[in-house]
Structures are given as structure tokens and as C-alpha cells.
């Protein structure tokens, strides 16, 4: 009973800045509910469907202008930032996720990851 009334607490406490946030930085606004989706998947283990959801709307994808030559693809893009963030969730919640995540089948991945920042940094690219 008394963990239930923490979590509602917390909610209400959370809620009250997200609110006042909406109307003087909407795109804050949107990076706490990022935030809060997140901590909630992770927290009634709902990775699943939200990989189900982000399967289901790649082929309805659509650009938005952010900046002159800045796209974000909509809805698949702000999914896959929600499903980081959840899974940076999941290894500060139980931090032997992160072994389990470099072990075996994965390791082949990392020499990949070194290879894409070693490129991202030497690009030339305007």
C-alpha cells in the first residue's frame, strides 16, 4: 500500500512540470514524455509491443521539417528514441543486463560500433 501512494506522488510531482513545461518549451514537453514512456514500458515490461508498434508503423513513415536540412521521420523515430531510453532504463535498473548484452552472439556487433564512430568522427560529409 505505501509503495502504490509513493508512485502516485511521484506521478503528481512529475505531471506539475511537464504541465508548465507544454506551454514555455514544447519540445522539452516532449522529451519528458520520451522520458516518462519509457520509465513506464520498463516498468510493466512492455518492450514487445513496443517493438510491435515501431514494426507496424515503418511503412507509414513520414518526414518532418525540424531545421533547414534536418528531417525527423514520424512516428518511427521518436519510437526508437523511447525504446533507447528504455533500455538505458532497464541496465541502471539491473545492471548485469549489460554483460548479457556483450556476450556471444553479440560480440561481432562491436567491432561494427567502433568502425561507425571511428567513421562518424573522419567524415567530411557537409
Same mark, same amino acid.
Not at 534536418?70 to 545492471?95: A, G, Q, R, S
Not at 556471444?104 to 561507425?116: A, D, V, Y
Given at each position: 500500500?505505501?509503495k502504490r501512494i509513493g508512485e502516485g506522488a511521484a506521478a503528481? &510531482?512529475?505531471?506539475?512540470?511537464?504541465?508548465?513545461?507544454?506551454?514555455?518549451?514544447?519540445?522539452?514537453?516532449? #522529451?519528458?514524455?520520451?522520458?516518462?514512456?519509457?520509465?513506464?514500458?520498463?516498468?510493466?515490461?512492455?518492450?514487445?509491443?513496443?517493438?510491435?508498434?515501431?514494426?507496424?508503423?515503418?511503412?507509414?513513415?513520414?518526414?518532418?521539417?525540424?531545421?533547414?536540412?534536418?528531417?525527423?521521420?514520424?512516428?518511427?523515430?521518436?519510437? #526508437? #528514441?523511447?525504446?533507447?531510453?528504455?533500455? #538505458?532504463?532497464? &541496465?541502471?535498473?539491473?545492471?548485469?543486463?549489460?554483460?548479457?548484452?556483450?556476450?556471444?552472439?553479440?560480440?561481432?556487433?562491436?567491432?561494427?560500433?567502433?568502425?561507425f564512430v571511428i567513421t562518424l568522427l573522419f567524415s567530411t560529409?557537409?
Amino acid at each position: 500500500m505505501r509503495k502504490r501512494i509513493g508512485e502516485g506522488a511521484a506521478a503528481v &510531482i512529475i505531471s506539475i512540470p511537464v504541465a508548465i513545461l507544454t506551454v514555455s518549451a514544447p519540445y522539452l514537453s516532449v #522529451i519528458m514524455f520520451m522520458f516518462i514512456l519509457s520509465w513506464l514500458i520498463s516498468r510493466f515490461r512492455l518492450h514487445y509491443y513496443i517493438m510491435a508498434l515501431i514494426a507496424l508503423f515503418l511503412p507509414f513513415s513520414f518526414e518532418i521539417l525540424i531545421s533547414p536540412g534536418t528531417f525527423l521521420l514520424v512516428p518511427t523515430e521518436p519510437l #526508437i #528514441i523511447v525504446v533507447l531510453l528504455t533500455v #538505458i532504463w532497464d &541496465i541502471l535498473y539491473d545492471p548485469v543486463l549489460l554483460r548479457k548484452l556483450f556476450q556471444l552472439e553479440s560480440k561481432w556487433i562491436l567491432p561494427l560500433m567502433i568502425w561507425f564512430v571511428i567513421t562518424l568522427l573522419f567524415s567530411t560529409m557537409k
